[in-house]
Each structure stands twice: as C-alpha cells, then as structure tokens.
C-alpha cells in the first residue's frame, strides 16, 4: 500500500516576481470532518466543493467500506452522502498516510457490529495511534492488546456506550477530534478530558467543536481540556467547503520570497483553519498582507526578514515556513512543534537534513528548528512522500537554481494540481512581466 516516487521534478525558477491569482482547492480538514459527520447524520448529506485529492478519496472508500452510500457529481462539484442504517463490519480500511483517516474513521468503525482492519502505507506505521486505540477500548470496543500502532482490527458495537474518557492528546489533536466526531453517537455520549503537555493545533480542534455545534450537537468545552459531548442525533446539512488556507501557504510564499504579488480568492473573512495564520505569519517575515471580497493578498518586499515562531496552533505550515526562514536576514527559531515528528515524516529532521544539504545551517531542538540561513545552492530534494516537504522544495526552487524534487506526485495527498497550479502561477509572472516592459 505504499506509492512508489516517480521521476525527480525539476523546481522551475521564478523568472520573474511572482504575479498571480491562484485559486487553491477545498480544506483537506474541513471535507474529511465533513464526511464523517456526514456518514454519522440522522439523513442524506451534500457536500459542495469537498477537496477531490488522495486523503479524502481514501475518506470516501473508507466510508463506502462502512455501508455509506456515496455519490458524486463532479459537474455540480456536489456528493451526496447516505448514511446506513449500521455500519458495516467485515472490510478493510485503507488509510494511506492520512491522519485524518486512520484517527476519525476508527470511531466510526467502533459502532459497526463486528471487526474492521485497518490498514495504511507502511510509513504511517509510525505514526501515533495508541492514544486513540486506548481510548475506543475505553470506550467498549475490542481492540486486540497488541495494537498499538497500524495495521490492527477493531470490532465494534451499534451501542457502543462511551462514557468518561481520559487520554494524553498531547502527540496529536486528530486524537481529540476523532473522538468528538463520533461521540454524539455513542451511548453515553462522551466526556473527554486531556491530561498531558498541551495539546497541538486547537484550531483543527476548534473546527471539530464548530461543525459539531453546526450540526446540532450539544458540545461544552467551557473547561480547559475537557470536552463533553452529548448523546443524540448529528443533523445531515448541505455544506460548502472552505479552500484549503495551509494549502495555500507556498503560493503566498512564493509572493514574500520574490517581490512579487499573489492573491488566493475566497479567503474567508472568518474560519477555523489555522492556515488562516499566514496573514501573520507572512507580515512577521516582512510582507506586506491583506484581505479584502478579492481575496487573501500578499506582497513581498526586498528583505526577508528573520522570525521567532510558536507554530504550536499551525505546526503543519512548518515545512514552508522553515523554508522561507532558510532566505531570511538572520537566525530563525521554529517552537513548540515537536509532535510534527509523528506526521507524513519526522518533519524536524527532514527539514534539518534536506535545507542542510542545500547549504543552509540547521539544527533541531527539542521542540523546533534554528534556522541560519547561507548561500544556498540547488541539489536534490527529497520529499519523504510528504506534500508540505514538497511544497517547500518548490518554493526554494523558485529563487534557487537547480532544485530537482524527487517525488512531486506525493502532492497528490491533498492537492492533485499542485505541479500545474505551480506552473501556471509562474507563467502568469511572465506574462505580466512582458505586458509591463512593452
Ligand atoms: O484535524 C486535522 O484536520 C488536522 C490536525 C493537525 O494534526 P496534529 O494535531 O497531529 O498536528 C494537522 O497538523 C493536520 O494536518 C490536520
Ligand atoms: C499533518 C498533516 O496531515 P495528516 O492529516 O495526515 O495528519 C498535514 O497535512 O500537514
């Protein structure tokens, strides 16, 4: 179950400031959450402009493999989801190297009356499952006791009671909205508490909380580190997919890191996604950033300059961050991020070794990345089968010559279209550049 890495990808330089208008597909957070609670409602759902990309198609034959009915319409850009009467038991879940399948799908396979197996790309055998595994045996489910990681089987129950659950989420938010996702559907409802370091990315969690709530689901989160979800129905809705805004992240760099202009059309004016922390992030590194009903804009100067970050709430923009800094005028510092060596890849040590092969100087700390920056010169980039390690290979390639990537296609994971969107973006330049010197 593990792709294999196509050709290497020669980075095209930027021939010119970056000028354009880049309209990037739906949140990859938001379609997934979508279709679980979508697979969970009291009636037939539609989801519009839901991210068509490797983790929700993964998503989608989960869910089809739990009896979910699901049809898509690609010219009204519309699916239609049906959920079952119970789910089904008996298949096997492919989760790819997505989080947000192997944490929110299991939930969901706990209510199915018998065993599910799960399994995935072997890279993502290493990434963290026990917190969750623990929990749903908490919950009532059968989860072998030498589970912990993936590839495992569950077996499940329709009245799976659910209940007091403590867990330690501090390896990973999916872990809390995992839970929250399903536990309306659960028994006893469910009364979640974290007790750990501080748990990551409380936007993902915010998220989770508010398309809950959208849905008619009672959820107090008035304490810290305690969420409590009330047993009852999940209302099926008609919702609209918000693009994907940490997608969108290289293409706004790409503006900071050239001089250049890029606008990312309907960008909303209020969300949960923490990408939406790029209009900060991008004026700290000295751009110039603003949103009006065009969209997000930003606009880079002369000078990059260096930062001090806390990406705990956004720590999966950290690859293009990291590399943006690798261009700054001084020593950057990345914090709080140490759980993004559990995501696609150990990303503190792909960053380190990947900036530090094209000359740059990078050492990890326990919790984030220093950043000197130096002369960089081109040379192979690996991607380690991880969107965001691409994204950044790309956008140095822009300002430095000779990058080549050696797996362009793990983009797919989220966005299928990064290789052309990529390209058109710079050909715009070009064409912008040529109308202002005639
Ligand atoms: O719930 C979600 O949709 C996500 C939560 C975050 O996970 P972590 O809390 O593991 O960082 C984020 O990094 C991931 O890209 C998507
Ligand atoms: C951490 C990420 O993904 P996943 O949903 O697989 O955890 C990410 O997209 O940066």
Redesign the pocket.
Known sequence: MTSTPTETWPAPLAPAPIRATVTVPGS?SETNRALILAALADGPSTIRYGLDAR?TRLMREALRTLGVKITESAAEHAWRIEPPETFTAGGTIDCG????VMRFVPPVAALAAGEVAFDADEQAYRRPMDVLLNALRDCGATVPDDASTLPFRLAGRPDLPGGVITIDASTSS?FVSALLLAGARFAQGLDLRHDGKDVPSQPHIDMTVAMLRERGVAVDDSEPARWVVSPGPIAAVDVVIEPDLSNAAPFLAAAAITGGTVTVPNWPEHTHQPGDQLREILARFGAAVGRNDSGLTVIGTDQIHAVDLDLREAS?LTPVIAAIAALADGTSHIRNVAHIRG??TDRLAALEAELDALGAHVTQTDDGLTIHPRLLGGGLWHCYAD??MAHAGALLGLVVNDIELDDIACTGK?MPEFAELWQSMINSSVVDQESTDA
């Open positions: 990859k983790d190297l997505a989080g947000t999916q999966e995501h696609e969107h965001r989220t």
